[in-house]
């Protein structure tokens, strides 16, 4: 199929010989289409301060991305196009806007990009290649457009290809083909580990085949579940790397380009450092349990610091991202909390200087057995004693949110998750969870990379926040005497190694014995991984980082006979 333009765009005007392209890379909010149309706006009057021809957001800026089912109300779809008729009015002088917004066209929903431009909807294009797989479920909600061709600009004929778009040969190939000039990508590209290199190398794939420059302009901040990076980049036709973004913060930077006879090049833009590896996994569980608390209008938070290693590092993230004004600790000791966990919850409590408060459980607990005492009679003390403990402890958190506003954070890392050893509506109560999506493992790296870093903008305090004496105990759930968690699981070195396989490759048990694991501890993993499917159904959301997480990008049946027995 072959794309054309239509008479209003293909007016006659001189093609200008340099362009200011300015990028906003910004934290929209879902569903917020004032709030959003008011950053444009924002955005806007910083780029014409910097000279800007052109301000470029990231994909369904004015709607938020994803959208996910909203977008399929009548009025939401209305306020959108009423947002997006109101900055288009506004474009008489100034820069013009290409901005991403739901459109309804002929009966049919798009995912759609819109050049705004003296006063006026200049020019709309449509997203093409809807994915499907992963965190991804457009194809659910909108209609794919038809291969576009390019729209013209003070002369010059950009390609805009949407985020998916350029996953593909197909439509940046169309666009080369009827004229495109210079390459601008929107795009809602959730973080996670290794997505740079991926982004990278597609980009990269694109320039090659097309010859064109590349602009790529990604969405920054927490939906849910999902966080959203930044990090846009630009690429020259010769593949060199011409811009950076620095990742997980806003920016608004204009890029200055030029033609010449081969074709156009960015001779000036802005190139940051970008976090990687551990570094970026902390920043995103910052940032996206921040926007969890801050656009669902939260005061703060609250948790339960038990003296453990997961407790604390989301005490320390919550601080980070909120500030110690907004952080509530609170120790829940039981006859089997050591003082050793009294001695570090509390020690955690004033490095990060947050208010912290104790309450014995005991009197709840007593009594509540008390109440089962006539129904348990006869029956020795098992884990129904342990888990009530937990819910106790889960029970009063929640009062305390009731009563004060803040949102509990739940502290579960993903190796729990994935084995069961957590107890509903006990330790898994809360409204959201920053490590969900880090395995045990990862929780110790990341606690002993906070003791020596931390990121832009975190509102903790420099140095030590964890000490070193929780780091390297043994991790217990305490609701015994003497317990620790390898008594019922392997050592987490080997339990998250099976898991990462397990959860992230889908693996069969058969080549995790033949690559040297133990066939008792992988089909006892696999089990326990199969049977706590209905926890994870119902378990707070939390912030993705790995390839595959417990939520949007796995969604295994609860009620499920198959078992992978090697």
């Known amino acids: 199929m072959t794309a054309s333009l239509s008479a209003s765009e293909t007016a006659a005007i ?42 470029v957001f990231s994909e369904l800026f004015l709607a938020g991305y994803p ?54 909807i200049a020019a709309k294009r449509f997203k093409v290649d809807l994915p499907n797989y992963g965190v991804f479920d457009e194809k659910r909600v909108f209609v794919p457009g038809p291969l576009p ?16 778009d350029i996953w593909g040969p197909d439509v940046v190939e169309c666009l080369s083909e009827t004229g495109a000039e210079i390459l601008i990508v929107p795009n809602g590209s959730p973080y996670r ?16 085949e097309s010859g064109l420059p590349l602009l790529y302009v990604n969405q920054v901040g927490g939906q849910d579940e ?21 990742g ?73 991202a909120l500030g110690p004004e907004r952080v509530h600790c609170i120790m829940l000791p039981y006859r089997f909390t050591s003082q050793d966990s009294l001695s570090d919850a509390a020690d955690v409590a004033r490095r990060l200087g947050v208010r912290y408060d104790t309450l014995p459980i005991a009197p709840a607990v007593e009594a509540l057995e008390g109440v089962l005492a006539p ?44 084995t069961g050893y957590a107890t509903l509506y006990g330790d898994m109560n809360g409204g959201y969870n920053p490590i969900k999506d880090l395995y045990k493992t990862e929780v110790f790296r990341l606690s002993r990379l906070r003791n020596t870093w931390k990121p832009t903008g975190a509102l903790g305090p420099d140095g030590i926040v964890i000490p070193d004496a929780l780091i390297d105990k043994p991790p217990t759930a305490e609701l015994r005497e003497n317990q620790k968690d390898q008594d019922s699981l392997p050592p987490y070195e080997v339990l998250d190694a099976i898991l990462a396989r397990l959860v992230e490759a889908e693996t069969p048990v058969a080549q995790l014995i033949a690559d040297g694991f133990d066939p008792a501890v992988v089909k006892r993993v696999e089990r326990m991984l199969n049977i706590a499917e209905y926890k994870r159904r119902q378990a707070a959301p939390g912030v993705k980082v790995t390839t595959r997480n417990f939520g949007r990008d796995r969604r ?10 090697g």
């Open 14 to 55: 001189v093609p200008a010989e340099t362009l200011r392209i300015a990028v906003a890379q910004l934290n929209p909010v879902v569903g917020d289409v004032a709030g959003n149309a008011e950053k444009v706006r924002m955005a806007r009057d910083e780029a014409a301060l910097q000279g800007a021809d052109l301000v």
């Open 67 to 120: 959208p996910e089912d909203l977008v399929l109300k009548p009025a939401f779809q209305q306020a959108c196009r009423a947002a997006l008729d109101e900055l288009a009015a506004e474009t008489v002088g100034g820069p013009a806007l290409l901005v991403g917004a739901p459109w309804v066209e002929d009966g049919h929903l798009h995912n759609g990009v819109f050049l705004l431009e003296g006063g006026r």
């Open 149 to 164: 061709g390019p729209i013209p600009f003070k002369g010059v004929r950009l390609g805009v290809p949407v985020c998916e």
């Open 193 to 208: 580990r290794s997505v740079y290199d991926e982004r990278a190398n597609i980009a990269v794939a694109r320039v090659v």
């Open 226 to 246: 999902l966080v959203f990076d930044g990090a846009s980049f630009a690429l020259n036709a010769d593949r060199t790397q011409v811009m950076q973004f620095p």
């Open 248 to 320: 997980f913060a806003e920016r608004v930077r204009t890029t200055q380009w030029r033609r010449y006879e081969n074709g156009w090049k960015c001779e000036e833009a802005p190139f940051a450092d970008r976090l990687e590896g551990d570094r970026a996994d902390y920043a995103a569980c910052v940032l996206g349990l921040k926007d969890y608390v801050n656009k669902n209008r939260f005061p703060g938070v609250v948790l339960g610091l038990s003296g453990g290693i997961d407790s604390a590092i989301c005490a320390a993230m919550a601080v980070d």
């Open 375 to 418: 129904l348990f009679a006869g029956r020795e003390r098992d884990v129904t004693e342990e888990n009530l403990q937990s819910r106790v402890r889960g029970t009063l958190l929640m009062s305390v949110s009731n009563k004060f506003g803040a949102m509990v954070v739940t502290t579960g890392n993903k190796s729990e998750m994935s």
């Open 556 to 565: 295994y049946p609860i009620t499920n006979g198959f078992r992978d027995l």
